[in-house]
């Protein structure tokens, strides 16, 4: 199941809650850490790609296209 950008947002926000409690061991640490980075990587990548959307909707101006998006 591919989790939306809303999904990943609220488990990247509960990696680094769990990342503040003191008492965390460092190898559950590091396993959070490397999830928080990875799940990072990929919602920056989703608003890179919506920015580029974004920016030729607006560079078509008012000649507005709807284009079909199809994901990988």
């Not at 809650?17 to 396993?31: I, R, T, V, Y």
């Not at 078509?60 to 079909?68: D, F, I, R, S, V």
Request: hydrophobic letters at 40%.
């Amino acid at each position: 199941m591919k989790l939306t950008f809303e999904k990943k947002l609220e488990k990247l926000e509960q990696i680094i809650a769990q990342l503040e409690d003191p008492s965390l061991e460092l190898e559950q640490s590091a396993k959070l850490f490397e999830e928080g980075l990875a799940l990072s990587k990929e919602l920056s990548a989703q608003l890179d790609e919506v920015k580029n959307k974004v920016e030729t909707l607006k560079k078509q101006g008012a000649e507005l296209k709807l284009e079909t998006f199809e994901e990988d």
